[in-house]
């Protein structure tokens, strides 16, 4: 054999196991076909923090007009987008100098399987003792006449001017992160979904708040709409889109944020009978396919748990642990975050708050304003809210949720929390730097 274990891909769901395994000496191998570090490192997380971080900033800057500030900053898109270039342009070359480094054969090209052990790039064939599929997804592009002239996820990250009119389709958080970059940067912005709810994994109450702001800041929301048909004008570089509910909208830019699908359809799965279907490839619960020695991890895996880059890093650290035989149980998740970044930001850990508050005989809620809070109001930030999430019978903490500036920050701090399952006790026990987030969260805990 080739290898002792060969990754087809080399996102998060690849490098973090990857990198561990080899440096035990394991031979290790790795197929990409495209930018070493996958979607978040190259047209992900990494890209779109760096187009929005600067937009919040300007929103905390807006907030403090007349206390302290005078003047907001423009937003130079052009500049910010060559601030991003300069960042993400390396990444490729980092992904693949961090498994060379550590004696892992690179292999670059498209991969798809021959059999079991074998698996096939261009020319050459690749065997090896057990093969991890981290393939990832790639955006959905809706089948309509007329799509062709949409932009995805990837374009909008690279987008070298922007439109004056962006119409996003989708409600998921790349289409609310997006419509929220876009209306920063003074696009006319419209986000058409097909059914009422968006971001529907967090809390409704937060969202309302979060969709009520984009809506001040003259974002429109299209919803219950289907688009049929789209037609560009050449002359005009506008797109008109069309629905069969007598609808129809000219704009300068679609993004179609409609989701994102699986890569496994062009590994050959037939070759080798692998089972998958539209969500991702089959597993058990130690991430093996039906067949014995083929896994699969990260966004390519058909899973409930959210398809994000920690989990993914996650389910690698997994596999490598198990195949060091360091861990054969089967995997358990930890408790998991989720972000959106709006402005303000949404983050929650563990247990939904919908989901507490539609069982109260399971949850207890203890929920915070942070109007009033005076750390929050040396920021003048209005509107930050918390929710703890207690379970009745142990009184543990078994999820939080926050719309705030910092959110990622509170939920960061919360997480080992839900984690250790703490009681309201406990919580109270740390000692925190002063003033700071965390001691501004443990003030809003219940006293005990
Ligand atoms: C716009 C956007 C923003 C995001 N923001 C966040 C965020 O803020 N936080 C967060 O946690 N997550 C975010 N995500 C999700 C995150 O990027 C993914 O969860 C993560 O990248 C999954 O890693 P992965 O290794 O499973 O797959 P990927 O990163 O998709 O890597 C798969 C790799 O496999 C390669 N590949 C596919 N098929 C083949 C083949 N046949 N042969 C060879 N190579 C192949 C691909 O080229 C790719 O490089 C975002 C995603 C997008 C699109």
């Not at 996820?153 to 790349?174: A, N, Q, R, W």
């Not at 699969?296 to 920690?310: E, N, Y």
Request: charged letters at 25%; a negative charge.
């Amino acid at each position: 054999m080739d290898f002792s274990v060969l990754y087809i891909g080399s996102g998060q769901a690849t490098w973090n196991g990857a990198v561990p395994l080899a440096k035990t000496g394991v031979k290790v191998g790795v197929i990409e076909e495209s930018q070493y570090g996958g979607v978040c490192s190259n047209k992900g997380c990494n890209a779109k923090i760096i187009l929005d971080k600067p937009l919040q900033l300007i929103d905390q800057i807006k907030a403090l007009q007349g206390r302290g500030l005078d003047g907001v900053p423009a937003v130079n898109w052009e500049d910010l987008m060559a601030h991003k270039h300069e960042l993400i342009v390396p990444q490729d070359q980092h992904g693949k100098d961090r498994l060379d480094n550590v004696g892992i054969q690179t292999i670059n090209g498209h991969a798809e399987f021959v059999d079991a052990h074998t698996v096939e790039v261009g020319e050459k064939t690749y065997t090896a003792d057990k093969i991890v599929i981290a393939t990832g997804l790639r955006p959905h592009r809706l089948d309509i006449p007329g799509a062709e002239n949409f932009e995805n996820s990837t374009d909008f990250l690279s987008l070298p001017h922007m439109p004056e009119h962006v119409t996003i389709l989708g409600g998921g958080f790349v289409a609310i992160e997006f419509a929220t970059i876009a209306s920063a940067v003074g696009a006319k912005v419209d986000v058409i979904t097909r059914g009422k709810q968006i971001l529907k994994q967090f809390p409704k109450e937060y969202v309302a708040s979060i969709q009520a702001d984009l809506k001040k800041a003259g974002v429109r929301f299209i919803p219950d709409m289907e688009i049929s048909h789209a037609e560009k004008d050449e002359e005009a570089g506008t797109i008109t889109l069309q629905g069969p509910k007598a609808f129809e909208l000219t704009t300068d830019y679609v993004l179609d944020a409609t989701g994102r699908v699986p890569n496994h359809d062009q590994l050959n799965l037939e070759a080798v009978g692998v089972k998958a279907n539209k969500n991702g490839i089959e597993v058990n619960e130690y991430l093996q396919t039906n067949v014995e020695n083929i896994y699969a991890a990260g966004d390519a895996v058909d899973k409930t748990t959210p398809k994000l880059t920690p989990t993914a890093a996650f389910e690698s650290r997994y596999l490598a642990a198990k195949f060091m035989g360091e861990n054969n149980d089967p995997i358990k998740y930890p408790a998991i975050s989720e972000i959106v970044f709006t402005s303000p930001r949404i983050a929650q850990v563990g247990v939904h708050l919908d989901e507490a508050k539609a069982n109260p005989d399971k949850y207890e809620i203890e929920e915070a304003s942070y109007d009033g809070d005076w750390y929050r109001q040396v920021e003048n930030e209005q509107g930050g809210q918390l929710a703890l999430i207690f379970e009745k019978d142990t009184h543990q903490l078994v999820g939080a949720a926050e719309k705030a500036n910092a959110a990622e920050e509170t939920i960061n701090t919360i997480v080992p929390y839900v984690q250790m399952r703490l009681t309201k006790e406990q919580l109270n026990d740390f000692v925190y730097v002063f003033p700071s987030i965390a001691y501004t969260l443990q003030r809003r805990l219940p006293l005990v």
